[in-house]
């Protein structure tokens, strides 16, 4: 009996244990199933993750690639520091020695401050004060000292959407210093334009009198006695008004009253006779450097002399005190391009003239073409500030192109192109 007990019991066990070892074995095959599931799961999102990570990474190369294709500067500045946090190449370019993490107005415009706090304008605290876009004209200096002027075009940076804070600024800088100084041209050329009508109609009617005037004091020379007392100021009348009619002569070019009558001349023979002439009685020595193969000039030569001589004459006046050398180069050259906003594409004979005189202040150089205008001391023998006036006139009027350069105490170099002609 007890025996038969038993083996219920241990039929009973077995049989419990029996189905613990399948509800067991069906938990470990959902718990294999489970983690299959999460290791291709796993597996799924590791290769999500490397997917994301190349498409960060591919489109973060687009993006310095789009930035550093950009023809302007492009910045991203840290408001809190105003330190650069990205920088493209153009900005590297022209600012040497910029890098990110740099103070912006140190590289910029070489201060030890920001902009606002020198009293200059700054795109950072015009979008913190405006919380919006703002476009302003900047001027920084490249790494060789020269002068840009830049037009900002700047933008927030909010921390998150939505939020209010703004943490960085987009910069976007054109430069439009090119632009400014053919703003600049047109607007001086046109009051210059006013001021020689103005000068060429008094010219013209002075002109005309002067003629009466000369005419007189011949007549009145012709009808005193040998000898008479009044035949030495008729003489001094007769010199002041040549003075006067070469005068009237330069006015008439300045206005554009006489216009050149061009054709083919060969330039080295002109160049050096009328830097000879002007230099004949001084003790500068002349040095030509004139290639043979030089085009020929389509020119009025009578006009052009007077120009060269009047430039000769100004160098000659900045270094009468001590001597010294007047180089004049001349060269063939082909613009591509229109570089000037009075100058064509073409072939040009460049001519250039370098002394070793006092030099020009830099803020006088913007100004040196205009009447009447010298940064020379005047007295007897010197100009009255036209020859450069005239000299710009002519050549101007040659569809030509003048321009100066001139450093106080170094000397100044000169150059003009003329438009050539080719055997071709």
């Not at 840290?78 to 900005?91: L, S």
């Not at 037009?151 to 430069?175: L, N, S, W």
């Not at 008439?252 to 061009?262: A, E, G, H, I, K």
């Not at 000397?411 to 003329?418: A, L």
Request: charged share 25%; with cysteine.
């Amino acid at each position: 009996m007890q025996r038969d007990l038993l083996e219920d019991k241990v039929k009973e066990r077995t049989a419990e244990l029996d189905r613990k070892n399948i509800l067991l074995q069906k938990e470990v095959e959902e718990r294999k199933k489970a983690e299959e599931q999460i290791r291709q799961h796993r597996d799924m999102l590791e290769k999500e993750v490397v997917r994301r990570s190349a498409r960060i990474v591919e489109q973060n190369d687009f993006l310095h690639t789009v930035i550093n294709s950009l023809p302007h500067p492009f910045m991203v500045v840290n408001i809190a520091d105003y330190t650069v946090a990205i920088a493209n190449r153009a900005t590297q370019e022209r600012n040497a020695g910029l890098s990110e993490g740099e103070k912006c107005y140190r590289y910029l415009h070489g201060l030890d401050q920001p902009c606002h706090e020198k009293g200059l304008p700054c795109p950072l605290e015009d979008v913190l004060c405006q919380d919006k876009p703002a476009l302003l004209e900047h001027s920084i200096f490249d790494h060789q000292g020269n002068e840009q002027i830049m037009e900002v075009h700047t933008y927030p940076v909010k921390a998150r959407q939505g939020e209010d804070e703004i943490k960085q600024t987009i910069e976007y800088c054109i430069d439009i210093t090119r632009r400014k100084k053919l703003e600049a041209s047109f607007l001086k050329n046109s009051k210059m334009g006013l001021v020689a009508t103005l000068a060429g109609g008094i010219a013209h009617d002075f002109n005309n009198l002067l003629m009466a005037i000369v005419g007189n004091i011949e007549l009145a020379a012709m009808n005193i006695p040998p000898g008479h007392n009044a035949a030495g100021f008729l003489d001094y009348a007769t010199d002041a008004s040549v003075q006067a009619k070469d005068l009237t002569h330069k006015f008439l070019l300045f206005s554009n009253f006489d216009p050149p009558v061009r054709q083919a001349v060969p330039l080295n023979d002109l160049v050096a006779t009328s830097c000879l002439a002007v230099l004949a009685s001084s003790d500068i020595v002349p040095e030509f450097y004139l290639p043979p193969d030089l085009w020929m000039g389509y020119i009025d030569p009578g006009q052009l002399d007077l120009a060269l001589r009047e430039l000769f004459l100004n160098a000659l006046e900045s270094m009468c005190a001590g001597g010294g050398v007047i180089t004049l180069t001349a060269e063939n050259i082909t613009r591509s391009e229109q570089d000037h906003p009075d100058q064509s594409k073409g072939q040009y004979i460049r001519i250039t003239l370098e002394d070793q005189g006092v030099g020009i202040d830099r803020k006088d150089l913007t100004n040196v073409f205009d009447p009447y205008f010298s940064s020379k001391i005047r007295g007897n023998g010197k100009g009255m500030g036209l020859g450069l006036t005239i000299a710009s006139s002519i050549i101007h009027q040659h569809q030509g192109y003048i321009d100066i350069e001139s450093t106080k105490g170094e000397g100044t170099t000169v150059y003009i192109e003329i438009p050539a002609i080719t055997e071709e």
